[in-house]
């Protein structure tokens, strides 16, 4: 029996995209370092399990509109732990070739403030992922 607690927990996240084969590009690449598996694969989404949690990317023939604002209501980002500031400074390195821009180059790593160390990225559709280390 698993003695973690689950009430609370999330159980999965979902992100719907306006391209699945960029979002697969990006996302299933940061998960992918991130210690996440391939979990489901269907015509219009993927999803990505680690541990009990699960992130999903879809292309919706619902979506209001062609691109995500994190400015806006809804989602800004998602923070993950990304391991030690040397996987932190590792994953940012590698994060363009997979279709990722750094946000706030000029302050980073420290863009949250002096003691937190975290890779702030954003991918072509206008999600960001922080990348925490600790």
Do not use: C, K
């Not at 995209?17 to 489901?40: C, F, I, K, M, T």
């Amino acid at each position: 029996m698993n003695d973690v607690p689950r009430r609370g927990a999330i159980h999965h996240v979902e992100l719907w995209v306006p391209d699945l084969p960029r979002a697969v590009r990006s996302w299933g690449w940061l998960l992918g370092e991130l210690g996440y598996r391939p979990h489901q694969s269907w015509e219009h989404g993927r999803s990505w399990l680690l541990g009990d949690g699960y992130v999903i990317v879809e292309q919706s023939p619902a979506l209001t509109a062609a691109a995500h604002d994190r400015r806006r209501p809804g989602l800004n980002h998602l923070a993950l732990h990304a391991g030690s500031r040397a996987q932190v400074d590792a994953l940012a390195a590698a994060a363009p070739r997979h279709g990722w821009t750094l946000l706030f180059p000029d302050r980073h790593p420290h863009a949250g403030g002096p003691e937190h160390y975290a890779a702030y990225l954003e991918d072509a559709d206008g999600f960001e992922a922080e990348l925490v280390a600790g």
